[in-house]
């Protein structure tokens, strides 16, 4: 999906990654991430949001939740994040990143309430009033007062499965009125997921019935004298889209994919936030039909559809169909098809470039600085952010402190 943007606007990704590779320096089944270029996205991403009043959370599940990675988007100007689930809070909490928004889009556990009270973040999301109940007694036995959005969800908003749940319209201001009773929170807005869509057919960004979702719901809440003037309106945050949700009353954005510049909209127009991440394995094995990369990175929603194959560091790739596997399987393979495949070396290396969601999958994840000059791998780390040592496996605590 991204390998012809890569190859034009960030070429030095691509051959680094390959150079590394071929050394030994970075193993197959690996995300290799551009710290730099991540980190001038960022900045773009940040002045983007202020330019338009918006509050950025940095969306960290793409590039593995990973912490180095975290550190340079929070010193570019986004300097807080939101984590999905508490897995990632507790990771990034760890490595003295801010919390801005947690609990959103999976609840807080039980038993995970203290530790959330304790990060400090700017808000908790709760899916209805007894999750607000839960925290309000956490937060009044710490004699503290936590900022709360509340999910909203009508029939005929759109979400993805698994990720369904959220006070309806017609009870939104009862819910909200006695959430905000409650002492040791204080109920200050509305979130949703997903608030815009790519549109295939237009090759652009629209709203979803979400976004007006969540501008009644925070009108009525409002109006019944609560002040919840947050409205947070994830997905698809970018600079292109940051007008239209500014336009449509949001306050606060969580750019994610923009980041290593892998928005759908970054595959086919040239925006000011550059390719910042690519997957690198190699060739394991061919038939008579097809050629075999070793995976276990691509995610089943990528639509990657092209990879390049390279014999050796500098010489000029093969380009190749990429044949995705049903969601179902799991991906020991990639599957490459091509006249000849038997005319690729075994040991070759394979790039990939499309949108990830590394966090999911079972792969690497390389942080490689200086990629325009000298690179330097900065770091080799697990898919959900844990710092890998020399035999990549996990280092312990220390990781922590070496981040």
Not at 3 to 31: F, K, M, W
Not at 124 to 134: H, I, K, M, N, S
């Amino acid at each position: 999906m991204f390998i012809d943007v890569t190859r034009r606007r960030n070429p030095r990704l691509i051959e680094a990654a390959v150079e590394l590779h071929q050394a030994g320096r970075i193993p197959s089944n690996c995300y290799v991430i551009d710290l730099d270029t991540v980190a001038r996205n960022a900045g773009i991403v940040a002045a983007a949001a202020a330019s338009h009043g918006l509050t950025p959370y940095q969306m960290t599940k793409q590039f593995g939740r990973n912490p180095l990675v975290a550190r340079a988007v929070a010193d570019a100007g986004i300097e807080k994040v939101v984590a999905v689930d508490f897995e990632e809070a507790r990771l990034l909490h760890a490595h003295g990143l801010r919390m801005g928004h947690v609990g959103h889009l999976v609840q807080v556990p039980e038993h995970e309430l203290g530790l959330a009270a304790d990060m400090e973040s700017d808000f908790l999301t709760v899916f209805g009033y007894d999750q607000a109940a839960r925290i309000s007694k956490v937060m009044e036995e710490r004699g503290r007062v936590q900022d709360l959005t509340l999910r909203v969800a009508e029939p005929g908003d759109t979400f993805y499965p698994g990720q369904r749940g959220g006070v309806p319209l017609d009870e939104v201001v009862d819910v909200a009125t006695r959430i905000d009773a409650l002492p040791g929170v204080r109920l200050r807005g509305v979130t949703s997921f997903p608030a815009i869509l790519w549109d295939e057919a237009k090759r652009a960004f629209g709203p979803t019935q979400n976004l007006e979702t969540l501008r009644a719901a925070s009108e009525a809440i409002n109006a019944a004298g609560v002040d919840a003037p947050v409205r947070n309106t994830p997905s698809a945050c970018c600079s292109a889209t940051f007008p239209m949700k500014a336009a449509a009353g949001a306050t606060h954005v969580e750019p994610g994919s923009v980041l290593t510049g892998q928005t759908p909209l970054h595959a086919v127009s040239d925006e000011p936030e550059l390719p910042a991440m690519i997957y690198v394995s190699e060739i394991s094995h061919t038939t008579a039909d097809a050629a075999y990369s070793i995976a276990g990175g691509l995610y089943p929603r990528s639509r990657a559809n092209t990879a390049l194959v390279y014999d050796r560091a500098g010489a000029e790739p093969v380009e190749t169909r990429v044949e995705l596997d049903p969601a179902e399987a799991i991906d020991y393979y990639g599957t490459l098809r091509l006249d000849d495949p038997r005319s690729l070396r075994v040991g070759s290396t394979v790039v990939y470039a499309f949108r990830a969601q590394a966090f999911v999958s079972k792969c690497f994840v390389a942080v490689v600085s200086g990629i325009g000059s000298e690179p330097a791998v900065e770091g080799i780390f697990t898919s959900t952010g844990f710092r890998l040592g020399k035999d990549l496996l996990p280092v312990g605590d220390e990781g922590r402190t070496a981040s």
